[in-house]
Each structure stands twice: as C-alpha cells, then as structure tokens.
C-alpha cells in the first residue's frame, strides 16, 4: 500500500512539473528570465522587487510575498536560500506583517522593494524597505528597518522614518540653499511646466519636506568597499532621487545625502560598483506597467552623477524586456560577473509577477549593455 502511494506520488509531482514545464519554466542550472520559478517545494518563487544578500558561500533571496487579489502585505517579506542561484530552498517569512492594528506594519499596509545587508561590526543583519502605511494609498512615501541576529531572520521591526529631516543635501551650494527661498509654494506651480521643472530642479520638495523629513519610496542598498552603507530611493514624489548615507550600524541615517536627478523621475533603482566606477539602473514613472531603463553613472558615490539612455539591447529593450529593474547582483567566484534582476508585475494577479534575471556584458567604453535571452546559465561568465 505504501509503495502504492509512493508512485502515485511520484506520478502527481511529475505531471505537476511537466505543467509547469509547459508553461516555460526555469529547469535546473538554468535561468529562464520570464518564467515559472518553482522553489524546493515547487511553488514559484515569492519574493518580488528583491534583493540578495551572499553570506558565507549562501546567497539569500528577500523580497515582497504577492497574494492573489492584492499588492498589499498580508504575509510579508520572504527570504530563499541557494548556492548556485538557480535553485532556491524556501527558507521562512524573514519579516511578518503584524495582526496588531497599531503596528506600522499591520496586514494591509504596502511593504515594497526589501534589502539586506550584513553589518560586520555588530554582527546584524539589517532590512530596509518601502512602507505605506495602511489605509493612506502612498502617502507616507517611508523607509523602515527591520534587523535580525541571523540572515533568514526573524527580523525585529524596528520603526519606520521620512529620512534626513532637517538636513540639506550636500551637492547643493551655499548659494543654491539661500535662493530657496525665493521659491514659491509648491501649488503657485502648474504641474509639468517649465517653470514647475526647474522649480522642481532647484529644491520645490526637498525644501517642502525639510522639516519633516524627505519622502521615501522605490529603494535599494548598497555597501560600498569601504564598509559604508548608502540608502537609495525615490524622494520628492519620485521626482528625484536620494543617496544617504547609513550609520556605522545601518539602523539610521547620518543626515548625509545627495539629490541625483533631480526632476528626472525615477524609480526602482538598482547600483552596482565596478571597477571603481558607480553605476545605477533605474526606471521611469508608469506605476506596474514597463517603461524604458535609465542608466546612470559616477565616480564617487555622492556624485556627481550623469545620466544615459537605457542599457537594455535589442527587442523590447524600450520596455526594459517587460520588467522593472530591482536589483544588481554581483555573482562569487566569477570575475566581472553581474546579473541585472528585474520584476515583470502583475497587478491582476500579483502573486504571479515573474523575474528577469540576466547576464550583464559590457561595452568597450566600460557601459553595461543587456540582451534579452530565453535561457542561459551562469557558465555564461566563464
Ligand atoms: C512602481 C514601483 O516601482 C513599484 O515598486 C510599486 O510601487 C508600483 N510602482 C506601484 O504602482
């Protein structure tokens, strides 16, 4: 009788798979940008708008979990493991929403675009991440931190903050501080004028949000070389973006920061460092539907900052291949090896999202450069 559903079970997870298989589905060693992701159980993947944290030969996948009928949070941020970056073990629900309805992250806020990094000084793992609390659409536009003694967590939950209030950025001059205040009020503007654009270049909503801290939505980590940490997002209403700088534990901002592209409208950064030279991928303004990457670049983290036209190549590359970057990963053990990670939403059945993960190249100038592949693996690099 055992051995009787023994096969009966090997018969269901092989007609299972074959499903999936027909649908287009990532097989071992391979990635297959735009498909199914099945994780150790067979479920795809969960964990969209991520990021990967590699500690001690693992690399460690966190990013939002994605019900059916809603983009909200109702479980929270999902963390995999794998050692070879094709095949993820589910590992836990690394942050979990809160039943309390005083938390800030109570089931039905909006948790987006998580990051972890590993603060070697105290021994934490440290998570930031977009929170829109509940109820409010996206108005709070804040960053929380949530931090754990050991990668999968469970995180602590920490508390949720409108970064550097009170502190103006340091790539603007004595000058350009003191003519804020010949700017009007925000609504004195029509919206997508000229005269509105380079209101909006010279400070409208960072002077607007001064005293209370700068919007914070889209976002991404980074660490540089030196063991500093540098907060990324998209502040006055997505208009420009932010670089700040972390404490030496990561739980807080020093009150450091730059504006980049200030009224260029972007979201959804992901930086990278190669060479000694910044790189930032990011995308426009279109809510889930895909728009044309940005690519930016800099020799030092705070800038300045320059910015070129997408790094997609080729067949759709105006619509970023259907996704919306999120992440860039630099791979172990190879040399000059970087995937650039992507979300293909679904905002009609969230739960469904897909990831593009592909292979970077670069040109002779040294620029990234990204082709669309049906498959490939990471002998790619070799
Ligand atoms: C685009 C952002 O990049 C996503 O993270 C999410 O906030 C959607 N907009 C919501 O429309």
């Given at each position: 009788?055992?051995?009787?559903?023994?096969?009966?079970?090997?018969?269901?997870?092989?007609?299972?798979?074959?499903?999936?298989?027909?649908?287009?589905?990532?097989?071992?060693?391979?990635?297959?940008?735009?498909?199914?992701?099945?994780?150790?159980?067979?479920?795809?993947?969960?964990?969209?708008?991520?990021?990967?944290?590699?500690?001690?030969?693992?690399?460690?996948?966190?990013?939002?979990?994605?019900?059916?009928?809603?983009?909200?949070?109702?479980?929270?941020?999902?963390?995999?493991?794998?050692?070879?970056?094709?095949?993820?073990?589910?590992?836990?629900?690394?942050?979990?929403?809160?039943?309390?309805?005083?938390?800030?992250?109570?089931?039905?806020?909006?948790?987006?675009?998580?990051?972890?990094?590993?603060?070697?000084?105290?021994?934490?793992?440290?998570?930031?991440?977009?929170?829109?609390?509940?109820?409010?659409?996206?108005?709070?536009?804040?960053?929380?931190?949530?931090?754990?003694?050991?990668?999968?967590?469970?995180?602590?939950?920490?508390?949720?903050?409108?970064?550097?209030?009170?502190?103006?950025?340091?790539?603007?001059?004595?000058?350009?501080?003191?003519?804020?205040?010949?700017?009007?009020?925000?609504?004195?503007?029509?919206?997508?004028?000229?005269?509105?654009?380079?209101?909006?270049?010279?400070?409208?909503?960072?002077?607007?949000?001064?005293?209370?801290?700068?919007?914070?939505?889209?976002?991404?980590?980074?660490?540089?070389?030196?063991?500093?940490?540098?907060?990324?997002?998209?502040?006055?209403?997505?208009?420009?973006?932010?670089?700040?700088?972390?404490?030496?534990?990561?739980?807080?901002?020093?009150?450091?920061?730059?504006?980049?592209?200030?009224?260029?409208?972007?979201?959804?950064?992901?930086l990278f460092k190669r060479n000694g030279k910044y790189w930032m991928i990011t995308s426009g303004c279109t809510g889930w539907a895909?728009?044309?990457?940005?690519?930016?670049?800099?020799?030092?983290?705070?800038?300045?900052?320059?910015?070129?036209?997408?790094?997609?190549?080729?067949?759709?590359?105006?619509?970023?291949?259907?996704?919306?970057?999120?992440?860039?990963?630099?791979?172990?053990?190879?040399?000059?090896?970087?995937?650039?990670?992507?979300?293909?939403?679904?905002?009609?059945?969230?739960?469904?999202?897909?990831?593009?993960?592909?292979?970077?190249?670069?040109?002779?100038?040294g620029f990234p450069v990204i082709t669309w592949r049906d498959s490939?693996?990471?002998?790619?690099?070799?």
């Amino acid at each position: 009788m055992k051995r009787k559903l023994k096969h009966v079970a090997a018969l269901v997870a092989i007609l299972a798979l074959s499903g999936a298989f027909s649908e287009g589905c990532t097989s071992p060693g391979t990635f297959t940008p735009g498909a199914l992701w099945p994780d150790d159980r067979g479920e795809h993947i969960n964990a969209h708008g991520g990021g990967i944290l590699r500690h001690e030969g693992v690399y460690y996948w966190f990013g939002e979990n994605k019900c059916d009928t809603t983009s909200n949070a109702q479980v929270g941020v999902m963390c995999y493991s794998s050692r070879n970056l094709t095949d993820w073990k589910y590992e836990s629900v690394a942050l979990a929403v809160s039943e309390d309805p005083s938390s800030e992250i109570v089931r039905g806020c909006i948790i987006e675009r998580p990051k972890v990094i590993y603060n070697a000084r105290t021994g934490k793992f440290v998570m930031w991440f977009h929170l829109e609390l509940k109820g409010q659409g996206y108005q709070a536009a804040r960053a929380a931190v949530a931090v754990s003694d050991t990668p999968a967590g469970p995180y602590e939950y920490l508390y949720s903050v409108r970064p550097n209030k009170g502190f103006y950025p340091e790539n603007m001059s004595p000058e350009e501080i003191a003519a804020l205040a010949t700017l009007k009020a925000p609504e004195a503007y029509k919206s997508w004028s000229e005269e509105w654009r380079d209101a909006v270049r010279r400070g409208l909503f960072m002077k607007r949000d001064f005293d209370g801290g700068q919007m914070s939505r889209d976002m991404t980590l980074f660490v540089d070389d030196d063991g500093k940490a540098y907060h990324v997002f998209a502040s006055e209403g997505n208009l420009t973006l932010d670089i700040a700088e972390l404490s030496d534990d990561y739980l807080s901002h020093t009150g450091r920061y730059v504006r980049v592209d200030p009224a260029g409208h972007n979201e959804a950064p992901a930086l990278f460092k190669r060479n000694g030279k910044y790189w930032m991928i990011t995308s426009g303004c279109t809510g889930w539907a895909p728009n044309r990457a940005r690519l930016l670049s800099a020799d030092h983290i705070f800038g300045p900052w320059t910015r070129h036209d997408t790094p997609m190549v080729g067949p759709d590359s105006d619509i970023t291949f259907g996704g919306q970057s999120t992440y860039v990963l630099k791979v172990d053990g190879k040399e000059d090896a970087y995937i650039f990670m992507a979300d293909r939403w679904r905002p009609e059945l969230p739960s469904d999202g897909r990831y593009i993960w592909l292979p970077i190249d670069f040109n002779e100038q040294g620029f990234p450069v990204i082709t669309w592949r049906d498959s490939w693996s990471l002998s790619y690099f070799d």
